[in-house]
């Protein structure tokens, strides 16, 4: 009988506290599911359009806070690199409006394409390349200042050679032609090296035609294989001004 009680008493017990137990669990399983931390946005939309707009600053401290401040919160995770990439991006296309104001837009290519390449952002090759002879207008001299998308191109580097070399083959410019043959020369290796000997027979351009042939003359160095001889480095620029 004290048997029977007992196990009488244990289940009153043990099932209510079973069914308590089991309750929660469910509610736990259909509870709503908090964002995690890491779908969160690095850079808020206001953060980003006043960052943005000081790097169509010419020069100065604001600039230079600005730019270092971006660079180094992109580079604290993968999320916060994609969305300053992608945001450079849109505004950079944006910035190819020829309504717009010329000196701001080169201004924010200038410093864009330097962030680009500093991240070495190969998902923004598309847009470098299809502006790769954007210039300035006030020097012929290849730097960032003068040059900012071919700049950044070059410091990018080999990611980028099967993009130029589409541009050597098939771009009906030849002033586009001539700066993919400059960048692929530029950058150098045995990529580059097969992507100027496959363009040189069906380049029509004279100057273009010696800048390929010069680039590939001066890969023949022994002291760095496949990229351009330091002895011939004036007559391959002397190539790329077509002199």
């Known amino acids: 009988m004290n048997h029977a009680i007992s196990l009488v008493t244990f289940w009153l017990i043990s099932v209510p506290a079973f069914v308590l137990l ?14 995690q931390s890491g779908y969160e946005r690095c850079f808020q939309d206001s953060e980003l359009s006043e960052s943005l707009a000081a790097l169509k600053l010419q020069f100065g401290p604001e600039l230079n806070k600005v730019s270092q401040s971006l660079l180094t919160k992109a580079r604290t995770a993968p999320r916060c690199r994609t969305q300053l990439v992608q945001a450079l991006i849109s505004a950079m296309e944006q910035a190819t409006n020829s309504e717009a104001n010329q000196y701001k837009n080169f201004f924010l290519w200038q410093h864009g394409a330097s962030l680009l390449s500093d991240l070495k952002a190969t998902e923004a090759l598309d847009l470098l390349i299809a502006n790769i002879d954007i210039t300035d ?15 950044a ?16 083959s098939n771009d009906s410019n030849p002033v586009r032609r001539k700066f993919a043959a400059f960048a692929i020369a530029y950058i150098g290796g045995s990529q580059a090296r097969r992507a100027l000997t496959k363009a040189l027979p069906g380049e029509t351009d004279p100057c273009v035609k010696n800048l390929v042939q010069i680039s590939l003359q001066a890969f023949d160095n022994k002291e760095k294989p496949k990229r351009v001889s330091p002895a011939l480095n004036g007559k391959w620029l002397s190539a790329f001004y077509c002199l």
């Open 153 to 168: 191109i070059l410091k990018i580097g080999s990611p980028a050679i099967a993009k130029l070399q589409l541009v050597l």
């Open 22 to 35: 089991v309750n929660n669990s469910v509610e736990v399983r259909s509870a709503p599911t908090m964002p």
């Open 137 to 151: 207008g006030w020097s012929a001299s290849i730097s960032q200042s003068n040059f900012p998308a071919l700049a």
